[in-house]
């Protein structure tokens, strides 16, 4: 397809159980977001990739959340031993170039719940 | 830290009017300023952004924006809503902090356009 692709749409876990969300970028995109979005409240940064470089993480809640991007193009989003308040939807972004003054395209998003 | 702020929840227009929806930022320094739209079950769309120059900026849909530094506003306009405007609309703020440029959202405002 021609825009972002996540998978899967929705995903129910277990809490303690382990989750990878996948997402496929827009072909040719260098830059990829990764954000949480809680219900009623706006995108909130996670993660960034320049190709398949990490340039900023400081948006990951804990040290359960991981993110990669090994061949600069699909990305996956991996949070171990899910916990209740990890429940949201995730969205993903990409950019075609690197340049803070270029707009994203978005996915349309994992909505994650835990129970 | 930057931050991104619609004070509004909820806007809600006659079709035919002008609306409004407002947003307000906080920067350390100059700032790329974007509007996203939501449609249900959809991704966020670009509307449009500010990178420098002339402070009104043109976007899809008929949608404006202007920008004020004096004020730190970067206020969504439209001439004649349509009921098809109805949406979540999201203005987010990317500047220089911390050596990167972190992506920051508002929370979102509904906008109602009634027939």
């Known amino acids: 397809g021609a825009g972002v692709s996540q998978s899967p749409r929705y995903k129910v876990a277990k809490r303690g159980q382990d989750v990878a969300l996948r997402c496929d970028p827009i072909?040719?995109?260098?830059?990829l977001f990764w954000y949480q979005q809680a219900l009623g409240q706006g995108p909130e940064f996670l993660t960034y990739f320049q190709n398949e470089a990490q340039l900023d993480k400081s948006g990951l809640p804990s040290d359960r959340f991981f993110a990669e991007r090994p061949e600069g193009s699909v990305s996956t989003l991996k949070i171990q031993r899910t916990q209740q308040e990890d429940s949201a939807v995730y969205l993903c972004a990409s950019s075609l170039e690197w340049t803070a003054n270029t707009e994203a395209f978005f996915g349309q998003g994992t909505r994650l719940t835990v129970v | 830290a930057q931050s991104v702020a619609q004070p509004e929840d909820q806007v809600n227009v006659a079709e035919g009017n002008p609306l409004t929806v407002k947003c307000t930022y906080s920067v350390s320094g100059n700032p790329y300023l974007f509007w996203y739209v939501q449609y249900p079950n959809r991704g966020l769309q670009f509307l449009l952004k500010y990178i420098t120059g002339d402070n009104l900026v043109k976007g899809s849909y008929g949608f404006e924006a202007e920008f004020n530094k004096s004020q730190t506003s970067f206020h969504l306009k439209k001439p004649s809503a349509l009921v098809s405007d109805s949406a979540l609309y999201f203005c987010?703020?990317?500047?220089?902090?911390?050596?990167?440029?972190?992506?920051?959202f508002g929370r979102g405002t509904s906008l109602i356009v009634h027939p």
């Open positions: 072909s040719g995109h260098v830059s």
């Open positions: 987010a703020v990317r500047a220089l902090s911390g050596g990167s440029y972190i992506p920051t």
